[in-house]
């Protein structure tokens, strides 16, 4: 038997009943396995963070242990799926709503390589945090936000239609479905602002700043050339037009912009990118949130992807099977807040 503490050599009786034999010890033992209740704790914990053939690398050298990669694996994602089991009856719904600072879901999607190919994994990250220092549109990325008081996170592959049902679940978990002082942050798809009117009628809704002015970067370099002076001039008139005034911003800076597109030259790229502004005329008021020291992108979010899909499941040669994939990036994003205590304790 392998403990928190090594392994250690346990003798209790077998009974044969009804021609089928068992160790009634193991019930009051809390004993699944070879592996106890603690050891499945380090086992999973090393499992999230580690590919599981370098996780009993690790194993071995820091407590001694002899399990193998598959016993890691399998787990993990027992482990995984428990905890993911248990999210309805979790405590952390109350410690949500205790925290400071006001509500933001953060959601995006991250590719995995599945055995079916790579699939969007779908995620959403709810969080409050308290209001920082005021900035101003040339402040945008350079001011530094407070850390989130509380954050929980969703995952899953599956379609906008289930994804939005989960979420739906999770937000009325956690009571905040309904909050006046909530806003969604996400990219330009659109299966997320269809997914935030259904399940967040009342929330207030913010384009990545991020990703617009990406937007932004790749439609002047289509115009001026990529690394000219007249790119970054131009660039960097859109981007504070964009801070400063949202959509009506980059359309008053089109208009000083247009006629100075070089002969044959396409405007098509400035078009465009107006065209994908109109798209989001609600989600734009960047002036006002920097001001209030409010989030302007979803770098929640974009962090779990980066954490927990980038890192940890895009290993090479690593193929998943889809179900397990939610599950772990789950205990991934668990692994890091207090409720992995509560977890585990709760087995």
């Not at 820091?62 to 248990?86: F, Y």
């Amino acid at each position: 038997m392998t403990t928190a503490f090594g392994g250690i050599a346990l003798s209790r009786p077998y009974v044969l009943a009804s021609g089928e034999g068992s160790f009634p010890a193991d019930e009051h033992l809390g004993l699944d396995g070879f592996l106890t209740t603690a050891a499945k704790r380090l086992v999973a914990l090393v499992g999230t963070v580690k590919s599981f053939v370098q996780a009993e690398r690790l194993l071995a050298e820091l407590c001694g242990w002899s399990v193998d990669a598959e016993t890691i694996r399998r787990t993990t994602h027992a482990a995984a799926k428990a905890i993911a089991a248990s999210r309805p009856s979790r405590a952390d719904a109350g410690p949500f709503a205790a925290a400071a600072g006001e509500i933001e879901v953060a959601i995006d999607a991250g590719k995995v390589n599945t055995r079916i190919g790579w699939k969007d994994v779908k995620i959403a990250v709810f969080l409050r945090r308290i209001a920082g220092t005021p900035a101003t549109p040339p402040q945008w990325d350079t001011r530094t936000l407070p850390r989130p008081t509380n954050r929980v996170l969703v995952a899953a592959i599956e379609d906008a239609e289930a994804f939005t049902r989960r979420v739906r679940s999770e937000a009325d978990r956690l009571d905040v479905t309904l909050a006046n002082a909530l806003t969604v942050l996400g990219d330009g798809a659109e299966w997320i602002w269809n997914l935030s009117e259904t399940v967040f009628p009342l929330a207030d809704e913010m384009l990545d700043a991020f990703h617009a002015i990406e937007h932004i970067g790749d439609a002047v370099k289509a115009v001026w050339g990529d690394g000219t002076e007249a790119t970054a001039s131009h660039r960097d008139a859109a981007r504070q037009a964009l801070l400063t005034d949202g959509k009506i911003g980059v359309e008053r800076w089109l208009q000083t912009a247009l006629p100075q597109v070089p002969p044959g030259v396409s405007h098509e790229p400035l078009v465009g990118l107006l065209a994908y502004l109109a798209k989001h005329p609600t989600r734009l008021d960047y002036a006002q949130r920097l001001a209030e020291g409010r989030s302007i992108g979803s770098g929640a979010v974009e962090s779990a992807v980066k954490q927990t899909v980038n890192l940890r499941l895009k290993r090479t040669g690593a193929r998943w099977r889809l179900e397990h994939v939610g599950p772990l990036v789950e205990l991934i994003a668990l692994s890091g807040t207090p409720e992995w205590d509560a977890a585990w304790v709760a087995a």
